[in-house]
C-alpha cells in the first residue's frame, strides 16, 4: 500500500508545521524515531539557522545547534525557551508528568501566545499523553505509528541479508517472508531487531519454523499490558467435532486478511459471535480459528479491567484496544462476553454502561484487521445492539452435538490419546451419549483411561460404557435452561451445526 501508518503520522505532523501549530504534542513507543524526524524536519525547515534544543528529567536543556548543556528543572528549561527569539524547534522528553501543575500550564499557554506565528514550536513526546481540559485548545495531539508492515519487512529483509552474508542459509518463500513482518507488527523497529537476533541466534538455516517463534513473540506485549493474554494454540480446525457450518464459514474467511483481497476490496470480517449450551466446543473452535486462519489470539480478561488493578476501567479497556489495533491482524477473544458486556452493565449508569458504548462504538466504527471472536453461555444477557448486523458478521448458535458429530468427537479424543479408533464402535458410543456434551464426551474417554491405566491393561469399549453409566449428563441437571436457550436462539442465530440426517 502506498499510504502506510508511519507515512500518516509524518504527515499529519507536517500538516501541524504547516498550520503553524506552536504547541504539538506526540503520543509515541519511539522516542528515538521521533526525535530523528523531528531532527529532519527542523534541518528541512531552517536550514542549519534555527534553534534545535531538548530537555529531559536527566540532563536538562541541551542545545543540539551549539552542543551546550544546561542542567535545569521543567520550569527554568520552559522560561528560558520562551525567552529564545529565535526559530526553531524545542523537544521537551519527559513533560507529559508534569501538564497537571498549574505552573506549566500557565508556561505552556505563555509559550502559545509567544511562539505563534514567530516559526517557534515546543513539542513534547510520550507513550501515553493525557492533555488537561486547561490545555486542549493549546496543544495540538498527533500520533506517532509503530512501524508498518512494509518498514517492517524493509528490517527482516536487511537482517536476513546480513546473515546471508555471514553463510546463514535463508529458506523463506516470499509468503512466508511477508507472514515473518506480519508476526512482528506492534513491535517498534528496536523491538524488532532485537527478537529477530534472539530467535536467530545459533542457527544455521532460517526455515519456516521461524514463523511460529516470532508469533509466540507477541506473549510479551500481552504480559505488559495485563489484562491481555496471549493463547497459543495447539488445536486444529480438525480437533473441533461436528459444527459443519461454522467450519464452512471460517474456510471461506481464510484469506481475507491477505493482500489480494485487499486489492479485490473486500474487507476482512469484524467478528463472530458463538453462542450455546456450555461444554459445547465454543473455547476451542476459538482456538481453532486462529490456527487456521494463521493468526495470533488473544483474550481480553474483562474481570481485570473490572478490577481497577490497571488503572480505570475505562482507561484500561481503551489501552487493551490500542493494544490489539496494533499488532493486527490478530483475533481478540472475549469469553463469556455477557459477564463484561451485557444488558445489566449497559443499565447501571456507571463503569459498565461506558464500557459497553465504548466496545459498540469500536465494533461498528473500527478499521483495524482485528476480528473479536466472542463466546457466550447466558445468551439471554446480550442486548439486542451487540447481536445486530455491523458489529458481528454472523451469530452462531452451538447445540449440544448430533448423533454424527458425537462420533466425531469420541474419534477426535480417542485419536488424540493414541487409541486405535478401530477397536471401538461409535455409532454405539454415541447412542450412549444421546443429549451430552462434548466437554463430557471428553471426561469419558479421559477418566476410562485412567481406569486402564490402574489395571494396567489398554483401555476397552466397556470402560467407555462404566464411565457413561456413572455420569449424570448437563441436559439431565439443567433440562429447563437448556430448553430456554434453545428456544432463544431458534430465531436469533444461524445452527452452528448441519441437520443430523440420521
Given at each position: 500500500?502506498?499510504?502506510t501508518a508511519?507515512?500518516s ?23 528515538d ?5 523531528l ?12 534553534a534545535?534544543?531538548t ?9 543540539n ?48 501566545y509567544?511562539?505563534?506565528?514567530q ?12 492533555v ?23 528490517i527482516v ?23 515473518c ?11 524488532i ?7 536467530c541466534?545459533?542457527?544455521?538455516e532460517?526455515s519456516?519454523?521461524?514463523l ?10 500481552a504480559?505488559k ?5 496471549y493463547?497459543r ?11 459443519e ?6 474456510a ?6 491477505s ?7 473486500i474487507r ?10 456450555s ?27 473490572y ?15 490500542k493494544?490489539?489495533e ?10 463469556e ?8 452493565t ?18 461498528q466504527?473500527?478499521?483495524s ?8 453461555n447466558?445468551?439471554d ?25 458425537r ?10 490419546r493414541?487409541?486405535?479408533?478401530e ?6 458410543l454415541s ?12 471426561h469419558?474417554?479421559?477418566a ?19 464411565i457413561i453409566?456413572?455420569t449424570?449428563p ?29
Amino acid at each position: 500500500m502506498s499510504s502506510t501508518a508511519r507515512q500518516s503520522s509524518i504527515l499529519s505532523l507536517r500538516e501541524a508545521l504547516t498550520g503553524g501549530y506552536p504547541i504539538i504534542a506526540i503520543e509515541t513507543w519511539e522516542e528515538d524515531q521521533t526525535l530523528s524526524t523531528l531532527a529532519g524536519f527542523c534541518q528541512s525547515v531552517f536550514q542549519n539557522k534555527g534553534a534545535y534544543m531538548t530537555w529531559d528529567l536527566q540532563q536538562g536543556l541541551a542545545d543540539n545547534t551549539t552542543g551546550t548543556l544546561t542542567t535545569m528543572d521543567v520550569n527554568q528549561a520552559l522560561d528560558h525557551i520562551l525567552q529564545c527569539d529565535k526559530p526553531g524547534f524545542f523537544v521537551f522528553k519527559d513533560l507529559g508528568s508534569n501538564l497537571k501543575k498549574p505552573e506549566i500550564q500557565r508556561r505552556l499557554r505563555n509559550i502559545h501566545y509567544a511562539f505563534r506565528g514567530q516559526n517557534r514550536f515546543l513539542f513534547f513526546t510520550g507513550s501515553e499523553i493525557l492533555v488537561p481540559p486547561e490545555l486542549r485548545k493549546d496543544v495540538l495531539l498527533i500520533g506517532y505509528s509503530l512501524p508498518s508492515e512494509p518498514e517492517i519487512s524493509a528490517i527482516v529483509s536487511e537482517h536476513f541479508s546480513t546473515l546471508e552474508k555471514k553463510g546463514i542459509a535463508i529458506n523463506l518463500v516470499p509468503d512466508e517472508l511477508q507472514r515473518c513482518s506480519v508476526a512482528l507488527k506492534g513491535f517498534t523497529a528496536a523491538e524488532i531487531k532485537y527478537t529477530l537476533n534472539k530467535v536467530c541466534w545459533g542457527k544455521k538455516e532460517i526455515s519456516k519454523d521461524i514463523l511460529d517463534i516470532l508469533q509466540d513473540e507477541k506473549e510479551q506485549l500481552a504480559r505488559k499490558d495485563g489484562v491481555l493474554e496471549y493463547v497459543r494454540t495447539t488445536e486444529s480446525i480438525e480437533d473441533v467435532g461436528g459444527l459443519e457450518n461454522l467450519k464452512s464459514w471460517l474456510a471461506k474467511r481464510k484469506k481475507l486478511f491477505s493482500p489480494e483481497a485487499v486489492e479485490a476490496g473486500i474487507r476482512p470480517p469484524r467478528g463472530l459471535l458463538m453462542m450455546g449450551i456450555s461444554g459445547c466446543g465454543k473455547s476451542l473452535s476459538v482456538k481453532a480459528i486462529s490456527a487456521l486462519w494463521g493468526l495470533p489470539l488473544f483474550r481480553l480478561d474483562m474481570n481485570k479491567v473490572y478490577s481497577g488493578i490497571y488503572g480505570t476501567p475505562e482507561g484500561t479497556f481503551h489501552r487493551a484496544i490500542k493494544s490489539i489495533e496494533s499488532v493486527a491482524p490478530a483475533i481478540l477473544w472475549i469469553d463469556e462476553i455477557e459477564g463484561g458486556i451485557s444488558s445489566n452493565t449497559a443499565k447501571d449508569g456507571g463503569t459498565g454502561s461506558h464500557i459497553f458504548s465504548a466496545f459498540l462504538t469500536w465494533m461498528q466504527e473500527k478499521s483495524s484487521d482485528v476480528f473479536v471472536a466472542a463466546t457466550a453461555n447466558r445468551i439471554d444477557l446480550l442486548p439486542a445492539e451487540i447481536i445486530r448486523k455491523g458489529r458481528f458478521d454472523q451469530v452462531f448458535f452451538i447445540d449440544l452435538p448430533n448423533d454424527n458429530e458425537r462420533e466425531q468427537i469420541f474419534r477426535v479424543h480417542l485419536q488424540r490419546r493414541g487409541n486405535n479408533v478401530e477397536d471401538f464402535d461409535l455409532a454405539l458410543l454415541s447412542v450412549a451419549t444421546e443429549f451430552w456434551n462434548g466437554a463430557e464426551i471428553e471426561h469419558v474417554v479421559e477418566a476410562a483411561m485412567v481406569e486402564a491405566f490402574h489395571r494396567n491393561e489398554k483401555m476397552s469399549q466397556d470402560d467407555l460404557y462404566t464411565i457413561i453409566r456413572g455420569t449424570v449428563p448437563l441436559s439431565r441437571t439443567m433440562a429447563e435452561q437448556i430448553k430456554f436457550i434453545k428456544n432463544w436462539a431458534s430465531e436469533r442465530a444461524v445452527s452452528a451445526s448441519v441437520k443430523d440426517e440420521s
